[in-house]
């Protein structure tokens, strides 16, 4: 006899790679028999549509590719043309449907763009990760003002603006996702990390009360919370970058996050490497 979802309690996904420290209870990633020995072959998503920003490359084209794997439809921009048609190109290649475009996620012009062209590409948006981020390091005395502005509006207004274009639909249709790549630096402090931390602190305050305000249409909204990641955006030079963690050690959150019960939400996952970087 077939196993319900009621019969599985406390179920650890086995997806998650070794690098990942994340504990949590959830049995959406198992698929459920419908026969002894047969296994579902519908994927998680199934056609839900999913916006990515700054995707091109790293974490955004990391969780692009697993969102990709379940089936999600994809609207994918960065700034980068050529890196993103390269990767909207990958994309293909692995089986998912595509839209891509330049896009400033700082502009609201272009935001409302993005979003009205997935709409009539794809469909309405139904997961919307906020990836796209920068960083400036250094002093804060020793900073510029422009600096502060790019950093700011980079990674906390363009959340705001994004999740806003997209966030009446989700409220008219009552179901999304709003996941916000936050960091370990929203949490805690360090020397030469004043822009940064202050970028991703307000971003934290920002996803709990966008969480309160849209908990009530049954929309979840996240943060994921990385420590030391291995890009190309790591401060970890000289690291041993195989005690980092991986990018699509931050997709498999972002799965977590995709295929929850349907009757509760993670506020926010907090990553961290298994082995500490030497």
């Given at each position: 006899?077939?196993?319900?979802?009621?019969?599985?309690?406390?179920?650890?996904?086995?997806?998650?790679?070794?690098?990942?420290?994340?504990?949590?209870?959830?049995?959406?990633?198992?698929?459920?028999?419908?026969?002894?020995?047969?296994?579902?072959?519908?994927?998680?998503?199934?056609?839900?549509?999913?916006?990515?920003?700054?995707?091109?490359?790293?974490?955004?084209?990391?969780?692009?590719?697993?969102?990709?794997?379940?089936?999600?439809?994809?609207?994918?921009?960065?700034r980068n043309a050529e890196k993103?048609?390269?990767?909207?190109?990958?994309?293909?290649?692995?089986?998912?449907?595509?839209?891509?475009?330049?896009?400033?996620?700082?502009?609201?012009?272009?935001?409302?763009?993005?979003?009205?062209?997935?709409?009539?590409?794809?469909?309405?948006?139904?997961?919307?990760?906020?990836?796209?981020?920068?960083?400036?390091?250094?002093?804060?005395?020793?900073?510029?003002?422009?600096?502060?502005?790019?950093?700011?509006?980079?990674?906390?207004?363009?959340?705001?603006?994004?999740?806003?274009?997209?966030?009446?639909?989700?409220?008219?249709?009552?179901?999304?996702?709003?996941?916000?790549?936050?960091?370990?630096?929203?949490?805690?402090?360090?020397?030469?990390?004043?822009?940064?931390?202050?970028?991703?602190?307000?971003?934290?305050?920002?996803?709990?009360?966008?969480?309160?305000?849209?908990?009530?249409?049954?929309?979840?909204?996240?943060?994921?919370?990385?420590?030391?990641?291995?890009?190309?955006?790591?401060?970890?030079?000289?690291r041993d970058h195989s005690k980092?963690?991986?990018?699509?050690?931050?997709?498999?959150?972002?799965?977590?996050?995709?295929?929850?019960?349907?009757?509760?939400?993670?506020?926010?996952?907090?990553?961290?490497?298994?082995q500490k970087p030497s």
């Amino acid at each position: 006899m077939a196993r319900t979802a009621d019969a599985l309690v406390a179920a650890k996904p086995q997806s998650l790679t070794p690098a990942m420290a994340l504990r949590f209870r959830s049995y959406s990633f198992l698929r459920i028999p419908r026969e002894e020995g047969e296994m579902s072959t519908t994927k998680e998503l199934n056609g839900q549509v999913a916006l990515i920003t700054g995707a091109n490359r790293g974490i955004g084209l990391a969780i692009a590719e697993r969102l990709a794997d379940m089936g999600a439809r994809l609207a994918i921009c960065a700034r980068n043309a050529e890196k993103l048609n390269q990767a909207a190109l990958s994309l293909q290649n692995r089986g998912a449907e595509v839209f891509s475009r330049v896009a400033d996620v700082t502009d609201l012009a272009d935001i409302l763009k993005m979003v009205n062209e997935t709409r009539a590409a794809l469909g309405p948006v139904d997961i919307l990760v906020n990836n796209a981020g920068i960083g400036h390091f250094g002093p804060f005395h020793e900073l510029s003002d422009d600096e502060w502005d790019r950093t700011l509006n980079t990674n906390l207004k363009s959340v705001f603006l994004m999740s806003r274009a997209v966030a009446p639909e989700m409220i008219q249709r009552r179901t999304g996702h709003i996941i916000n790549i936050a960091s370990l630096a929203g949490k805690n402090a360090f020397a030469g990390g004043a822009i940064y931390c202050a970028s991703k602190f307000g971003l934290m305050g920002l996803t709990a009360c966008m969480a309160e305000d849209l908990r009530d249409y049954n929309i979840r909204v996240s943060a994921v919370c990385p420590g030391s990641v291995s890009t190309e955006f790591s401060l970890h030079q000289g690291r041993d970058h195989s005690k980092l963690l991986q990018p699509v050690d931050v997709a498999h959150a972002v799965a977590a996050l995709v295929t929850q019960g349907p009757t509760n939400f993670m506020s926010e996952i907090l990553l961290r490497p298994l082995q500490k970087p030497s």
